[in-house]
Nanobody, 130 residues
Framework: QVHLVETGGGSVQSGGSLRLSCSAS????????MGWFRQAKGKEREGVEG??????????NYADSVKGRFTISRDTDKNMLYLQMSSLRPEDTAMYYC?????????????????????RGQGTQVTVSS
């Protein structure tokens, strides 16, 4: 069973930066696809948005909305996943979740966000004020 815990969320002004961290435990297979997705409050109808993924080879994939501003990275020795967010905008305000996908569908397609009951954390809130 994979257990994921996100930290690092908070409130910042537009243009600011935050670094999210995700601690993974309960498994030793580092071949999983890892990634971040977000859910904005009041936009449940739009669903979740895949933000960024990274596979075990280090290949990354980003949503167009964050490309050039966010950087995903992982430390397989420490079982950690990170999301460095810069030039934050009010529209980046959301709950951010860490996810792990042993089948790599999420890494192939950002729309393939792992669902409830799959490997995902409880989330960390990011709020960007204008």
């Amino acid at each position: 069973q994979v257990h994921l815990v996100e930290t690092g969320g908070g409130s910042v002004q537009s243009g600011g930066s935050l670094r999210l961290s995700c601690s993974a435990s309960g498994y030793t297979d580092t071949n999983y696809c890892m990634g971040w997705f977000r859910q904005a409050k009041g936009k449940e109808r739009e669903g979740v948005e895949g933000v960024a993924t990274i596979n075990s080879d280090g290949k990354t994939n980003y949503a167009d909305s964050v490309k050039g501003r966010f950087t995903i990275s992982r430390d397989t020795d420490k079982n950690m996943l990170y999301l460095q967010m810069s030039s934050l905008r009010p529209e980046d305000t959301a709950m951010y979740y860490c996810a792990a996908d042993p089948y790599w569908a999420f890494c192939d397609d950002l729309r393939e966000v792992p669902g409830e009951g799959e490997y995902r954390g409880q989330g960390t809130q990011v709020t960007v004020s204008s």
